[in-house]
């Protein structure tokens, strides 16, 4: 994922002071004007395959008022085919598994497409057994024949994973099939590998199906056209017009585009600058368990961007990011453990953080001479014996 730089990282370092070194805090960024913040909609309480959303009516209205698979009144006019499917719905959506997998059996033997790629789902996801992907690719085969889109996009997605495994061929011709029978999703998988390919003219193909996906309102189409508008990639740069496809993502949930949006709305890229709308969109990204938004969030808290600082409030989210193996919010949690600013002040736990960000979530090395600073500072002031015991405990815990 390409991101934006971060704000105000590079954290002046003065001179060190007795012991331990001693850093400048960084400085206050203007106020800007309040806005209300995005309400996140509910989550659905069904349990279907989100692959499918083929859940009629009737189905729902069975699920609602509590009514089994083999309970639920059948509407007037189907066929014996479509009612083994629907009671397989009904029994999916109920989590009554076995029965799920039964109906949709039935179905399928006569000839549903859908409910040969409900079995698939249910073999996958290990629903009645253990999963089997190689049986869920054998429902999802049969399906295809018939070009069912999700089971089409379920064997590009297993391709991908290990084709030869699975006794499958090119990955681009499932996702293609599935997009061109209108898959969603699809559409950006097909897009991305149309990008990914050594030849030129194949990425602007690939950012026209990207950007069919986000028009369709698929987050992570928005999410990355976004990215390719950004990049130049498939066609030229378009920051401004990236900054409102992280934004129409986000407003989706998708954390990764919030983060991107609050991080080029307090960046001032592609747009104005304005604090609260950036703060509130890392706030969001946060909450939703992005760890890089974790850290950012804590830092606009600490340095009373976008709103009152919050010390306390920042050391948590530096702590949840450092957690989640970011490596920016492990350095902004051991600057604060350092100073004690929002937590109680500890240099050995400092020190291990200030190791842990040595290396990001790949296992690359960070380069970034605060966090080398940082560690300089706090290895003149713990005893030998104290370091080498916290660097063989972070070893360990790789």
């Known amino acids: ?47 279907f395959p989100t ?21 639920a009144p059948v509407p007037e006019g189907m066929s014996a085919i479509d009612e083994s499917y629907y009671r397989a719905q009904v029994a999916y959506a109920t989590e009554d598994w076995h029965s799920a997998r039964l109906y949709a059996e039935t179905a399928a033997a006569i000839g549903h ?6 079995v698939g789902l249910i073999e996958r ?38 084709g030869d495994e699975f006794g499958l061929d090119a990955i681009t011709n499932w996702f293609e099939r599935a997009a061109r029978s209108g898959h969603i ?13 050594p030849i030129p003219q194949d990425a602007i193909e690939g950012r026209q199906w990207v950007e069919r996906s986000a028009h369709a ?21 378009d920051v401004s017009g990236a900054r409102i496809w992280f934004e129409r ?27 609260v709308q950036g703060r509130d969109w890392l706030r969001i990204s946060a909450e939703s368990g992005y760890g890089p938004a974790m850290g950012q969030y804590g830092l606009m808290l600490y340095q009373g961007r976008g709103g009152d600082a919050d010390l306390a409030l920042a050391a948590y989210w530096f702590s949840q990011g450092a957690q989640d193996g970011d490596a920016e919010s492990q350095f902004l949690y051991a600057y604060a453990l350092l100073r004690g600013e929002g937590v109680t002040a500890d240099y050995e736990l400092s020190y291990r953080w200030v190791l842990e960000a040595a290396t990001d979530a790949f296992g ?28 063989a405990e972070v070893a360990n815990s790789d």
């Not at 497409?113 to 409900?118: I, K, P, S």
Request: glycine content about 6%; overall charge negative; aromatic content about 4%.
């Open 1 to 47: 994922m390409k991101k934006l730089s971060v704000l105000c990282m590079s954290l002046a370092v003065a001179a060190p002071v007795a012991v331990l070194p001693v850093f400048a805090a960084p400085v206050m960024a203007q106020e800007a004007p309040t806005v209300e913040p995005t309400a996140a909609p509910p989550d659905d309480d069904l349990v």
């Open 51 to 71: 692959e499918l959303l083929l859940m009629p009516t009737e189905v729902q209205e069975a699920v609602q008022a509590e009514q089994s698979a083999q309970s």
């Open 185 to 197: 999703e699809a559409m950006v998988a097909y897009g991305l590998e149309l990008v990914a390919s």
């Open 364 to 391: 690359m090395a960070v380069n970034d001479p605060s966090r080398d600073q940082l560690q300089a500072g706090l290895e003149r002031g713990l005893p030998a014996d104290v370091q080498a015991r916290i660097r």
């Open 125 to 162: 996801d290990g629903r009645t057994a253990q999963p089997d992907l190689q049986a869920a690719v054998g429902w999802f085969l049969r399906a295809a024949e018939q070009d069912e889109p999700v089971a089409l996009f379920q064997l590009g997605v297993l391709a991908k994973l290990d």
């Open 113 to 118: 497409v859908q409910a040969a790629t409900l």
């Open 217 to 237: 309102n698929s987050p992570e189409g928005m999410y990355q056209l976004a990215q390719l508008l950004e990049a130049g990639t498939g066609g030229s740069s």
């Open 249 to 275: 993502a986000a407003r989706q949930r998708h954390a990764e585009a919030a983060f991107q949006a609050g991080m080029m709305w307090a960046s001032g890229t592609g747009g104005e600058v304005d604090d």
